[in-house]
């Protein structure tokens, strides 16, 4: 017995360079939370178990690289039920974005004081593996980068543009509150810019490290939303997420990734990630950057929200978020820049808000409602389901969820189903048609702005690191997902 599991009858979809665009028939040999043999017919009596594929697509675990884990909810929660959510949608890292502030901990301090507080909360509950990405919120924690990245393995970093100006919602009567800085501290610009020089000082200390060392831009510009916002409330024409989409207009996120962009050429930082751009002029700006700064080496996000609704067809107002979902022309203008190669990576950006703290006293008052929600587990079922149609091969499918956030954040183990990788992979069956319904979802969010929506591939099954965390739709076993420490294997 060289393997103590292996998995026949399947269609392996493997995104690196050598693999076929629609999968390969091969059997997969794991040991020790590994793969160790991906090859055609290996023996049977190989292996101590062997697992029937039924004939299903088996694609690289999801590397869901944008989560917000105990935003609105305590972590500790949130690391068990939406990691749960995640399994179901064949997520099996999930990264998760932490800050200092209102929400998440409700705490400020240095993050030496913070993160063992937020590592502690999630051990132990997780279903998936996961890793934090940490947003410098004052001039302490910019000193504190370089024992971030070697001392708790967090190599990669946030700035939120329009937070200085704009709070989280877009109408917040706590705005002096909201971030909890140290007196005479602002976030703004200039803070941006010292943040940038701190990491790209961290790159030039710990050279074989910088490699997996970014910052990820949160790119909206607050005095056009805030401006955006009294005008289009004043007008009253607009409501619904039409309302909320014109209130933080697509040009103010044009603007924040032009100024992103020339902050990262002036403090000579080169790994700079541009999230969730949600607009034609978002990425067009961002594309225009890109061969302006051609030393800047650029990743672009897009989500699967921004992907598959707009603000005609989610589901009511539970489609708040920030960027905010666009119109249809911004929908298929993300899906072109896609099929071009423009686009690095697809996230979900996961933030469960459950009914009662999402709405406000009036329920359809868009302004009054949070920001964000969850949709982790259609990820990847409705990036195929979408791709699909569209002419989006499954290698590719694997290269936006799972192997192109891996290479960039340090998941050196993570990302391909190949021998010496993570065993973390799922099963996907590409002819099921099924309804989207919050009700049958893991996540403890009872809306989904999805709800509705008719989907043509689904997960049945899910491995972390060769265990088996989802069953034929079913969560099994006890949480066994890990705090990953990046760059992996240092
Ligand atoms: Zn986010």
Not at 85 to 92: E, I, N
Not at 213 to 229: F, K, P
Not at 409 to 415: E, I
């Amino acid at each position: 017995m060289s393997l103590q599991q292996l998995v026949k009858n399947v269609v392996v979809i493997r995104p690196e360079a050598d693999g076929a665009p629609d999968g390969e028939r091969l059997d997969i040999g794991i040991t020790d939370g590994k793969f160790v043999r991906v090859e055609s017919q290996i023996p049977a009596e190989e292996a101590e178990t062997v697992i029937d594929g039924r004939g299903l697509l088996a694609f690289p675990g999801v590397v869901d690289a944008h989560q917000h884990w105990g935003l609105y909810n305590p972590l500790a929660d949130d690391a068990e039920t939406e990691s749960r959510a995640g399994a179901q949608g064949g997520v099996t890292t999930a990264l998760t974005y932490m800050r200092t502030g209102r929400y998440y901990l409700n705490r400020s301090g240095p993050y030496a004081e913070f993160l063992p507080v937020v590592l502690e909360s999630a051990g132990g509950r997780s279903y998936i593996d996961y890793g934090f990405h940490l947003a410098p919120m004052m001039r302490q924690h910019i000193e504190e980068i370089p024992s971030l990245i070697e001392d708790f393995g967090v190599t990669s970093f946030k700035i939120f543009m329009f937070y200085g100006g704009h709070g989280l919602h877009g109408r917040s009567a706590d705005q002096d509150q909201f971030l909890m800085l140290p007196a005479g501290e602002r976030y703004d610009l200039a803070h941006f810019e010292f943040v940038m020089r701190g990491i790209q000082e961290a790159r030039e200390k710990l050279t074989d490290l910088a490699p997996h060392v970014s910052l990820s831009l949160h790119c909206e510009t607050a005095e056009i939303m805030s401006a955006y916002t009294e005008m289009v409330e004043r007008d009253g024409t607009l409501s619904g997420l039409a309302a909320y989409s014109a209130s933080r207009p697509p040009h103010s996120e044009a603007l924040a990734v032009t100024v992103a962009s020339f902050l990262a050429d002036e403090t000579g930082l080169p790994n700079i990630n541009l999230l969730h751009l949600s607009s034609r002029k978002a990425l067009a700006a961002a594309m225009r950057m890109a061969s302006t700064f051609p030393h800047v080496d650029f990743r672009r996000e897009v989500t699967i929200g921004h992907l598959l609704a707009d603000v005609e067809t989610a589901h009511g107002i539970g489609g708040k978020v920030n960027p905010p979902l666009r119109s249809r022309e911004d929908v298929e203008a993300l899906w072109s820049y896609l099929l071009d190669g423009a686009v690095d990576w697809v996230v979900s950006d996961h933030a469960c808000c459950k009914d009662e703290d999402k709405f406000g006293d009036d329920r359809d008052d868009v302004f009054a409602a949070r920001s964000g929600f969850g949709g982790a587990e259609y990820l990847l079922p409705g990036l195929i389901s979408e791709g699909r149609r569209r002419g989006l091969s499954y290698q590719r499918i694997a290269q936006l969820t799972s192997w192109n956030p891996a290479r960039r954040f340090g998941l050196t183990g993570k990302g391909a189903i190949a021998p010496g990788y993570d065993a973390d992979f799922c099963l996907v069956d590409p002819m099921a048609t099924w309804t989207v319904r919050a009700e049958d979802s893991f996540s403890a969010q009872d809306y989904s702005p999805f709800e509705g929506f008719e989907l043509t591939a689904r997960v049945t099954d899910t491995w972390v690191r060769g265990q088996q965390v989802l069953d034929r739709g079913n969560i099994v076993g006890s949480p066994q997902g890990r705090y990953v420490s990046r760059p992996q294997g240092r």
